[in-house]
């Protein structure tokens, strides 16, 4: 699942450390129930028994711009998300690294009362950055904002098997789902409690700098600049600030975070050029994590001829992706054989595995009746997007489909898109980022949604028809015949590709363990300080 390189003379105990780290990690990749563990809980920090700074400030390289609200019912960004893991809190919260829930600002996990009601009560205690006590009424309005379909928030579609949040007390909520769901405890992280009050009276300003309940407070955030946080002491959870703060270095430019890195001059870095992982793991610590983040293949099924399966499945086996993640990515992928990596824990190899099979390709083109077919290809000008981008086109071409790449800024990209100007497209997408269980990753792209309706407009097909069916019966069912529900999605997605991942990137981060404790990298964009302080001189 991962590689690691550490500098040569590490201490034995920080060696150690980072192989209970990988146990940990493998032990996300364990189905729920096989591990014995009876009750969920946040991440048990691989040890290591060096002091801490209390004074310390974190320094880290993001490699994303800072662009949107950091309010949790909209921030769907990278670094909006990634800052919100620290200064935010729902009542559940998924642990950044194993993906495991854990009680946020719940006292427990979820208490189930009958097949559709839950009753959570609110840690004791808990308070607002300002100050302000956390109450059921802040409980309720965080829920029904997200909830309420003129909000217009996505988030909604991830909660929408809630038919009400309600007061108890001051200090615990009741919650009624609309039906039996299995994925309560998970998808409850989705919500983050805000203060009522603060977010009626000023929305614009929480927006720019929340008040949440987190170990951080956000002091300021500059595009192009930085993202400053202090400790907030005040905070009652399981999971202290372990610095006095943190800077966010925002550095898109890679060749600065490298350098940033290799000087010292921050303590960790996300998204470690490809190229540069040799040199920078002579000097410190660099871990490549298999993530759910997929390049994938989109196409216009309202389009002829890929209104077709054999035409969207020629384009798949044409594809030489060994080749493509070799040269393209220097190594860092894996091939998809399925909607999942194989490292996910409800992975299951899918009916239909596109390995490069050019003859394959041809024929089936023929048996469509495909003839002297010409692309345009769209692609983002995202920089391992662009470097994949002309051996795909290679392998298409060799095939017969003659392709013209549009590379472009992703905005206008999918404004082409949502015209209905795209013949394909290629692009890069990783919804792990707001939850890991199958139905919220599938639905994110299969669901009745913009993707579905107006980009590869496959909405109106009765294949469409029976996926949706196959996760709305999913999620009522656990264990095995969840999973066979699961598996039957993953067999139908990939038949008919309407869109279909072609390769699970995986993350390479850079940190140096001899001046953090406790921290290990996440399998998707950011970087998690939660339990993570600076080693005491």
Same mark, same amino acid.
């Given at each position: 699942?991962?590689?690691?390189?550490?500098?040569?003379?590490?201490?034995?105990?920080?060696?150690?450390?980072?192989?209970?780290?990988?146990?940990?990690?493998?032990?996300?990749?364990?189905?729920?129930?096989e591990?014995?563990?009876?009750?969920?809980?946040?991440?048990?920090?691989?040890?290591?028994?060096?002091?801490?700074?209390?004074?310390?400030?974190?320094?880290?390289?993001?490699?994303?711009?800072?662009?949107?609200?950091?309010d949790?019912?909209?921030? $769907?960004?990278?670094?909006?998300?990634?800052?919100?893991?620290?200064? #935010?809190e729902?009542?559940?919260?998924?642990?950044?690294?194993?993906?495991?829930?854990?009680p946020?600002?719940?006292?427990?996990?979820?208490t189930?009362?009958?097949?559709?009601?839950?009753? =959570?009560?609110?840690?004791?205690?808990a308070?607002?950055?300002?100050?302000? *006590?956390?109450?059921?009424?802040?409980?309720?309005?965080?829920?029904?904002?997200v909830?309420?379909?003129?909000?217009?928030? &996505?988030?909604?579609g991830?909660?929408?098997?809630?038919?009400?949040?309600?007061?108890v007390?001051?200090?615990?909520?009741?919650?009624?789902?609309?039906?039996?769901?299995?994925?309560? +405890?998970?998808?409850?992280?989705?919500?983050?409690?805000?203060?009522?009050?603060?977010v009626?009276?000023?929305?614009?300003? &929480?927006?720019?700098?929340?008040?949440?309940?987190?170990?951080?407070?956000?002091? $300021?955030?500059? *595009?192009?600049?930085?993202i400053?946080?202090?400790? @907030?002491?005040?905070?009652?959870?399981?999971?202290?600030?372990?610095?006095?703060?943190?800077?966010?270095?925002? !550095?898109?430019?890679?060749?600065?975070?490298?350098?940033?890195?290799?000087?010292?001059?921050?303590?960790?870095?996300?998204d470690?050029?490809?190229?540069?992982?040799p040199?920078?793991?002579?000097?410190?610590?660099?871990?490549?994590?298999?993530?759910?983040?997929?390049?994938f293949?989109? &196409?216009?099924t309202?389009?002829?001829?890929? +209104?077709?399966?054999?035409?969207?499945?020629?384009? @798949?086996?044409?594809?030489?992706?060994?080749? /493509?993640? +070799?040269?393209? !990515?220097?190594?860092?992928?894996?091939?998809?054989?399925?909607?999942l990596?194989?490292?996910?824990?409800?992975?299951?190899e899918?009916?239909?595995?596109?390995?490069?099979?050019?003859?394959?390709?041809?024929a089936?083109?023929?048996e469509?009746?495909?003839?002297?077919?010409?692309?345009?290809?769209?692609?983002?000008?995202?920089?391992?997007?662009?470097?994949?981008? *002309? !051996?795909i086109?290679? $392998?298409? +071409?060799?095939?017969?489909i003659?392709?013209?790449?549009?590379?472009?800024?992703?905005?206008?990209?999918?404004?082409?898109?949502?015209?209905?100007? #795209?013949? =394909?497209m /290629?692009?890069?997408?990783? *919804?792990?980022? &707001?939850?890991?269980?199958?139905?919220?990753?599938?639905?994110?792209?299969?669901?009745?949604n913009?993707?579905?309706?107006?980009?590869?407009?496959?909405?109106?097909?009765?294949?469409?028809?029976?996926?949706t069916?196959?996760l709305?019966?999913?999620?009522?069912?656990?264990?095995?015949?969840?999973?066979?529900?699961w598996?039957?999605?993953?067999?139908?997605?990939?038949?008919?590709?309407p869109?279909?991942?072609?390769?699970?990137?995986?993350?390479?981060?850079?940190?140096?363990d001899d001046r953090?404790?406790? @921290?290990?990298?996440?399998?998707?964009?950011?970087?998690? @300080?939660?339990? =993570?302080?600076?080693?005491?001189?």
């Amino acid at each position: 699942m991962t590689s690691i390189s550490r500098r040569a003379g590490r201490r034995l105990g920080a060696v150690v450390a980072g192989a209970t780290a990988a146990a940990l990690i493998l032990s996300a990749c364990t189905p729920a129930g096989e591990d014995g563990a009876d009750e969920p809980g946040p991440t048990e920090a691989a040890e290591d028994t060096r002091a801490v700074d209390p004074d310390a400030i974190i320094e880290a390289g993001i490699s994303y711009a800072l662009g949107g609200s950091f309010d949790p019912m909209v921030a $769907s960004g990278a670094v909006t998300q990634a800052a919100n893991w620290h200064t #935010m809190e729902a009542l559940v919260e998924l642990d950044p690294v194993t993906r495991e829930a854990y009680p946020g600002l719940a006292t427990a996990m979820p208490t189930q009362v009958d097949d559709t009601t839950y009753e =959570v009560d609110l840690r004791e205690g808990a308070v607002f950055h300002d100050g302000s *006590p956390v109450t059921s009424d802040d409980v309720v309005f965080s829920f029904e904002r997200v909830m309420d379909p003129a909000t217009g928030t &996505f988030f909604a579609g991830f909660v929408s098997f809630i038919e009400s949040v309600q007061t108890v007390d001051e200090d615990s909520v009741r919650i009624t789902t609309k039906y039996p769901f299995s994925l309560v +405890d998970e998808r409850l992280s989705v919500v983050k409690i805000v203060p009522k009050a603060i977010v009626e009276a000023d929305p614009e300003g &929480f927006g720019a700098l929340p008040t949440g309940t987190g170990p951080y407070r956000l002091v $300021s955030a500059v *595009p192009d600049d930085s993202i400053v946080f202090e400790r @907030f002491d005040d905070y009652t959870g399981t999971r202290p600030a372990q610095a006095a703060g943190m800077r966010w270095n925002l !550095l898109s430019d890679a060749a600065a975070r490298v350098t940033a890195m290799s000087s010292g001059t921050i303590h960790a870095m996300e998204d470690v050029p490809y190229i540069d992982i040799p040199t920078l793991e002579s000097q410190v610590t660099v871990e490549t994590a298999q993530s759910f983040g997929l390049l994938f293949a989109m &196409f216009n099924t309202d389009k002829a001829p890929f +209104d077709d399966p054999r035409v969207r499945q020629a384009f @798949f086996y044409a594809l030489d992706t060994e080749k /493509i993640i +070799d040269t393209g !990515l220097l190594g860092n992928a894996a091939p998809a054989t399925s909607f999942l990596p194989e490292t996910h824990p409800n992975y299951s190899e899918a009916s239909t595995v596109y390995t490069y099979d050019p003859e394959k390709a041809e024929a089936l083109l023929a048996e469509a009746g495909v003839e002297d077919l010409s692309i345009t290809l769209l692609t983002t000008d995202t920089g391992w997007v662009k470097e994949v981008a *002309p !051996l795909i086109k290679e $392998s298409l +071409d060799a095939v017969g489909i003659s392709t013209n790449l549009d590379i472009g800024q992703s905005a206008g990209q999918y404004t082409k898109v949502d015209a209905g100007d #795209m013949d =394909v497209m /290629i692009a890069p997408g990783d *919804p792990s980022v &707001f939850g890991n269980d199958p139905d919220l990753l599938m639905r994110w792209w299969y669901g009745k949604n913009v993707w579905s309706d107006t980009r590869y407009r496959w909405s109106d097909t009765p294949e469409f028809a029976a996926l949706t069916a196959l996760l709305d019966e999913a999620v009522q069912l656990e264990g095995d015949e969840q999973q066979a529900r699961w598996d039957e999605a993953f067999d139908l997605v990939s038949e008919e590709v309407p869109l279909y991942p072609i390769l699970h990137r995986q993350l390479p981060t850079a940190w140096d363990d001899d001046r953090l404790v406790g @921290f290990r990298p996440v399998a998707m964009t950011g970087l998690s @300080f939660l339990d =993570v302080g600076v080693a005491a001189e």
